[in-house]
Every structure is written in structure tokens, then in C-alpha cells.
């Protein structure tokens, strides 16, 4: 089985090539959010497509903030379905999906086969553009999403890319901070990384 494993940063990317060690995998930066990961993960899969070369599947692995209560800072957290948490409307009172307007999804499942080496708390991983600043704004999202284990800025656009080439797709996201706290000189990087490395020495199993 050959991975397409897309990271945001470099930093993200040395991690999971540390811990991949030499492996069949090919690992791609997007840059930061949404477009960019969509945009450049179909780059990366048409230009496979144009060499005759075809992927099993396609991995968004990265660092995340994780919701208080529900994750703790240095722990790896499996997406079981990518869900943009802004797509959709915005009411005084609630979020509105773009599912109820009939619209499409703001969600996409995934494919437990990619992961199933690696041992790591499952659950939603949110995707959004803006990064969760405050923990009030942090508490409403919890409330919106109670399935929600993590938020990152790149995943659903991953899976949109994925999806639209027919390929299954996955989400790995370390924790390195609570979703909300922005004080980054508390921010657990190492532990972060080091977790994405492990979790990266695991797909060496898929």
C-alpha cells in the first residue's frame, strides 16, 4: 500500500518523515487552511495520475488544539469524520450545516482501514480557516460539535481532494494545546511532534 501523506508545514513533515524512516509513503506540504490543502493535495494526486502512478489513500497528519475534557496536550487523536465546522450558516443562536440547507456536506468519514495501526483516542476532528481564539468561543464549539475531539485548519480540505479522486482518506492530529489558548510559550510542541512520529512509525504497519 503507497500513502499520500499531506502535512501543512515542514515541521510537520520532518516529524512524520522521522518517523516514517524511509518508508514507500510520500509526504507533501499544502501550506495553512482549507483552499490551500484542497487545492495542493489535487495538484499532488492529478500530477501521480499524469505519471501513470495511483495512491491507496490519502493522510492528513499534523499537530491540533485539542477540546478540554476530551483530549490532553501530547495525546494523537484519529479522526473518524473530518467535518468543516464553517461551512454552513451562522445564526444568533446556532450554527446551521450546510447539510440542512440541502447543499452538500460539511462532513466526510474516514476510512478506518488507513489507521488501523495506530493506537490513538477516535473521534470528529473539526476543521475551520480561522483559528479558535478564546475559550468562550472554544466552549461554543465544544457544544456544537459534542463529538468533536480536535480542531485544525486543513483536514476537510484533505478529504475533499481525496474524495473527488476516489481515494479513501484519514486524519491524524497530535495535541499540542487546548483549542482556544493562544499563549504559545505553553504550547507542548515536542510532545506533539514526537507523538506524530510515532503515529507515522505506525502506518509503516498498513
Not at 27 to 42: D, F, M, R, S, Y
Request: net charge negative; charged share 20%.
Amino acid at each position: 500500500m503507497k500513502l499520500l501523506i499531506i502535512t501543512a508545514v515542514s515541521q510537520e513533515q520532518s516529524a512524520v518523515l522521522r518517523g516514517l524512516n524511509d518508508t514507500i509513503h510520500d509526504v507533501k506540504t499544502v501550506g495553512i487552511g482549507p483552499a490551500a490543502a484542497a487545492a495542493k493535495t489535487a495538484k499532488y494526486l492529478a500530477e501521480a495520475q499524469a505519471r501513470g502512478e495511483r495512491y491507496d489513500g490519502v493522510i492528513n497528519a499534523g499537530i491540533a488544539g485539542g477540546f478540554p475534557e476530551r483530549t490532553e496536550p501530547g495525546e494523537l487523536v484519529v479522526g473518524t469524520t473530518s467535518t468543516s465546522a464553517e461551512l454552513g450558516v451562522r445564526l444568533t443562536d446556532r450554527f446551521q450545516p450546510v447539510d440542512e440547507l440541502g447543499f452538500g456536506s460539511n462532513s466526510i468519514a474516514c476510512d478506518p482501514t488507513l489507521t488501523s495501526a495506530i493506537a490513538a483516542r477516535r473521534g470528529h476532528i473539526l476543521t475551520l480557516a480561522t483559528i479558535t481564539g478564546t475559550p468562550t468561543i472554544a466552549q461554543r464549539l465544544a457544544q456544537e460539535h459534542p463529538r468533536a475531539l480536535a480542531e485544525a485548519m486543513e483536514g476537510f480540505g484533505v478529504a475533499t481532494a481525496a474524495v473527488t479522486f476516489g481515494l479513501p482518506f484519514a486524519e491524524i492530529r497530535s495535541i499540542t494545546n487546548a483549542v482556544g489558548d493562544r499563549d504559545v510559550s505553553g504550547w507542548r510542541w515536542e510532545a506533539g511532534f514526537d507523538a506524530l512520529a510515532k503515529a507515522a512509525s505506525d502506518l509503516s504497519n498498513v
